[in-house]
């Protein structure tokens, strides 16, 4: 019996395996190729392989070719395209957060978050962050043989992660020959070049085959002053509100008038500090515009290389193995730190009466500038490390053929960060402190008595003094050097996973209905990590965040079985009816165990119509970060329980606990400057640590269920209509909790986990330590429409022509902060339109293709600007538990884009692509619910830029 190899050719699948559809057609080239005869093959969402690849579950599958078309050239950038994806938590943006993920690239199917997205290459599980995040700019797109999206939960098929649903990405195999192509393009602007560099090698032999692949891909980075949209925070229209108070001028607190002042700057030239009377009060001209030294879309570079390789033992017996390689570097810019006396409030620094610079003579606390000569940069080195090894083959028993395999599956994530541009502030208050001159009649810190060494060394005990407030051209290379500090941390995520599987028919089912096949196996993983912060932040010695040191790790076998059951097969009104029941059991060594199952149904009434739904259960088990994070530092804003004015000693129980820690009744929470707070939710004196880890956490549960249809009219060969309903329910979501949600717990209900998270001062009563992490509080559910239709028409003597359409309207985003609370609906708001669609139209004939394809994003409600200034629906209420707009929107029209593309396929085995993306530059709209300069913020499907790409591709 010979080795069976699932195989599957786009363009070539029956037309129920795709909800949405296949978004472009095959090639003419492959069209000439003629039909795959299809064997034995693993569909995603099923680990039962069949000839029949018809399943209940909505797939979307990406070609290779596909890719190559969209002048796209990351995995991540293509799956942003997808109508159910929402906007990245991190994408290539410059934002102000340092964080493992920043510069990779995720998928957020249906906004439910990336870490509620399994991400599988081959069917196996891909390398992923403490977070949780699997970034697929680590997987080169030119070793891509197709995409499957899987918009299901999958949970009893794959285990945890799999709520939103699954994204396999299937490489390519069985290569022969040589491949090699380049790829440029850039944005009409001039900017945001990307170049990529692909070559492939293979070779086929009788019982062996082996694959290597090289990728390197370069973007350059795009800077937000240089787009009109981008340049202010609130847009063109309102420049001047967007503008900062911390600008590059100093400015102090005078302690007899309580005026803000800022030294003079005439022609943009600081004066002499150290006058009083070179100070004027703060106005509209010493703002600054922080977009300036902004990043719109970050720089990076990606090189990996590949290899796989495949032998026959026998006709029956295979061995298989893939290695790859990555590395990305990536780097952000964002303004320079807006420094201020308290920038730490745990550690403050005055300027010292006794500094050379300081203009009153007394020291001074209230003081501030933006250290714009050092913008703060970061940059990411990231190496992902895969290898998977598996023996399979294949027996018949009863006459009837069994797969099985046997493997593991290794992943490793390492990632170094290293920044600039944030403050040592054990060098500041040195450097700050007081200072003379010296016989030089240079500057030194220290006095005549006793002075310190000149220098830029901290660590060795130098100092050079700092002229805070003389603004940008007051500051010599040396004390900004001085002040300056590198930080540089580190983590690492590492999974291993040994599996076990077999699948196959077992009996006929009576009534000719078809064979009864089944799907068993046996998973362990190892899961572990840690995050080493730097040490200085993590001491609370810099204006960065301090972030403590994490560690942990955990175990999960696992088991699922699953089965394919059909029922009736040729009666009428029942072409076909089956029944695929799956089932997994978890036992994690940490959260416990838990059994998740998924019931699928598929009925064909008549032979053009296939109707199906499923019904799933499914399970997110905590990550590393949320279990076993050191948290970072934080200022909260809080309402103590005990204040006598804002706090809640109406509850006897709250004022008996108040009592016992020997507050007052009278006890006041104060604010930084020591005085009674006058509202709630007053800002914490000392920093507090959120982000901790909870090893109490649960595994967040899911229900997903869909109902559809899928239309394939004999009378027009080539037509597939689709439509399904979806709706998906995550409880116990781990959520952050708030510093007031800590003190709730303890003060009103007793808990001890909350009542051992803080501390008081003995003295004041003040809080002065508060530790807040994760807990599973709340629920989040979407819900909604997908539309789908690809007609291929019949080949004409100009062509042949198709149309492709993927739509989704979505009719409930909902979220719930704890189990009894009021839901917030924000479907049809910012960043969750009621509708979006893909369109493609293609065109195929001998050696040219061409596709036009047009991105449709819904109109949506956003804040307005003011009650009389872009407010266009000032009545607009919005409903209890909605969007937090409150009276007043501002309602957006819907936009389209339009991407084009021509491929030529030359007579020496090449083939050339050039096209365009937003061809017509439109612009996405300004909103005010949400910054306009950072591309965070801008909706993965709304582009900023016409973007130009050509691409060369070799066969050899």
């Not at 006095?447 to 500051?475: E, M, R, W, Y």
């Not at 560690?551 to 009666?571: C, Q, T």
């Not at 149904?601 to 279990?627: K, Q």
């Not at 707070?677 to 649960?698: E, H, K, P, W, Y």
Request: glycine content about 10%; some cysteine; overall charge negative.
């Amino acid at each position: 019996m010979n080795f069976r190899t699932p195989a599957v050719r786009l363009g070539l699948l029956p037309a129920g395996i795709a909800l949405a559809l296949t978004p472009a057609f095959a090639s003419a080239q492959d069209a000439a190729a003629g039909a795959t005869t299809l064997d034995r093959l693993e569909v995603t969402g099923s680990r039962i392989r069949s000839v029949d690849v018809e399943t209940a579950q909505p797939i979307f599958t990406v070609s290779s070719e596909d890719i190559k078309r969209s002048g796209l050239v990351s995995v991540g950038d293509i799956l942003q395209n997808l109508t159910v994806s929402g906007t990245q938590t991190f994408s290539k943006a410059a934002v102000l957060a340092s964080n493992p993920e920043q510069g990779g690239q995720y998928a957020n199917l249906y906004n439910l978050g990336e870490m509620r997205t399994l991400v599988l290459v081959n069917g196996k599980r891909w390398s992923s962050s403490l977070a949780g995040f699997t970034d697929m700019s680590t997987i080169p797109s030119s070793l891509i043989e197709r995409i499957e999206v899987l918009k299901d939960g999958a949970s009893a098929i794959y285990g945890s992660d799999a709520i939103a649903g699954v994204i396999n990405i299937i490489l390519r195999k069985d290569f022969d020959g040589a491949e090699a192509s380049v790829y440029y393009g850039q944005n009409s602007d001039g900017d945001g070049a990307k170049t990529q560099y692909n070559l492939t090698l293979g070779a086929v032999g009788e019982r062996s085959s082996i694959m290597l692949g090289a990728s390197y891909t370069k973007e350059d980075p795009v800077w937000a002053k240089d787009r009109e949209l981008t340049r202010y925070t609130y847009g063109p229209r309102h420049a001047e509100d967007g503008l900062s108070p911390a600008g590059q001028w100093g400015r102090y607190t005078d302690p007899v008038t309580g005026k803000v002042m800022v030294i003079n700057h005439p022609g943009g030239v600081g004066a002499d500090s150290s006058d009083p009377n070179n100070y004027h009060e703060i106005n509209g001209d010493d703002y600054y515009n922080a977009t300036e030294q902004m990043m719109l879309n970050q720089g990076s570079e990606n090189k990996s290389v590949f290899a796989a390789g495949t032998y026959d033992i026998n006709d029956n017996m295979r061995l298989k193995s893939t290695v790859m390689y990555s590395e990305r570097d990536s780097k952000r810019q964002v303004a320079g730190y807006p420094l201020t006396g308290t920038s730490q409030k745990n550690f403050p620094v005055a300027l010292s009466k006794d500094s050379i610079y300081n203009p009153v003579g007394a020291d001074i606390t209230s003081w501030g500038r933006r250290i714009f000569e050092l913008p703060r940069i970061s940059e990411n080195n990231v190496k992902s490390f895969h290898f998977d090894a598996a023996l399979e083959g294949t027996f018949d028993f009863n006459d009837r053929p069994f797969d099985w395999d046997v493997g593991l599956n290794y992943n490793q994530y390492d990632v170094t960060e290293t920044s600039s541009g944030n403050i040592n502030l054990l060098a500041l208050q040195k450097a700050l402190g007081p200072s003379f001159i010296n016989s030089a009649g240079v500057a030194q810190c220290g006095s005549l008595a006793k002075p310190i060494a000149l220098g830029t060394n901290a660590a060795l005990g130098q100092c050079t003094p700092f002229d805070v407030l003389g603004g940008a051209t007051a500051a010599t290379p040396e004390a900004l050097k001085y002040i300056n500090t590198l930080l540089n941390a580190t983590s690492q995520s590492k999974s291993k996973q040994y599996f076990a599987n077999i699948t196959g028919g077992l009996f006929d089912m009576p009534g000719d209905a078809g064979e009864l096949a089944f799907a068993a196996g046996y998973e362990h993983r190892e899961v572990s990590g840690y995050d080493h912060p730097d040490a200085l932040s993590a001491a609370g010695y810099t204006t960065d965040l301090a972030a403590g040191a994490a560690s942990g790790k955990y175990k999960a076998n696992e088991f699922y079985l699953e089965f394919m059951i059909p029922l009736l097969r040729d009666l009428p009104g029942a072409k076909e009816l089956s029944l695929d029941i799956a089932s997994r059991y978890s036992d994690f060594d940490k959260f416990g165990d838990t059994i998740n199952s998924k019931f699928s149904l598929t009925w064909r009434p008549i032979e053009d119509l296939l109707v199906r739904g499923t019904y799933g259960e499914g399970f997110r088990a905590p990550t590393m970060d949320d279990t076993f994070g050191g948290g970072s530092q934080t200022f909260d804003r809080f309402t103590d329980p005990c204040d006598a004015q804002f706090g809640m000693l109406s509850d006897a129980g709250v004022a008996a606990r108040c009592q016992s820690e020997g507050l007052a009744s009278t006890y006041r929470q104060t604010d930084a400057a020591g005085k009674p707070v006058t509202a709630r939710d007053t800002q914490a004196n000392a920093a507090f640590q959120s982000g901790v880890g909870n090893d109490q956490l649960q595994p967040e549960t899911s229900k997903t269920r869909t109902v559809g249809l899928v239309y394939s009219p004999s009378y027009v060969p080539g037509l597939d209509v689709s439509l399904d309903w979806y709706k998906i329910t995550v409880d116990n979501v781990i959520t952050a909790v708030s510093a007031n949600y800590v003190l709730g717990q303890c003060y009103q209900n007793g808990v001890a986990q909350f009542c051992d998270q803080y501390s008081r001062d003995a003295t004041t009563g003040q809080v002065t330590s508060l530790s807040r992490g994760n807990a599973n509080l709340g629920s989040l559910e979407t819900e909604g429409y997908n539309f789908g239709v690809r007609y291929r028409l019949p080949e004409t003597a100009v062509g042949t022509f198709g149309v492709n359409l993927d739509a989704n309207y979505l009719s409930a985003y909902r979220q719930q902060s704890t189990k009894g609370a009021e839901w917030d609906n924000y479907a049809g708001y910012w960043n969750f339109p009621r509708v979006r669609a893909t369109l493609g139209l293609n065109w195929a004939k001998d050696t040219l293709s061409a596709n036009w394809g047009m991105r449709y994003y819904g109109g949506f409600r956003d804040y307005c600007y003011d009650e009389g200034i872009e407010c266009n629906e000032p009545n607009y209420q919005t409903p209890n538990g909605g969007w937090g707009g409150g009276e007043g929107a501002n309602k957006k029209g819907a936009i389209v884009y339009h991407d084009v593309s021509v491929t030529w396929q030359a007579p020496w085995d090449g083939s050339v692509t050039i096209g365009a993306r937003n061809v017509f530059d439109k612009q996405p709209p300004i909103t005010y619910s949400v910054s306009n300069s950072s591309a965070s913020q801008i909706d993965p499907m709304l582009d900023y830029d016409r973007f130009l790409f050509i691409q060369y591709n070799q066969r050899f």
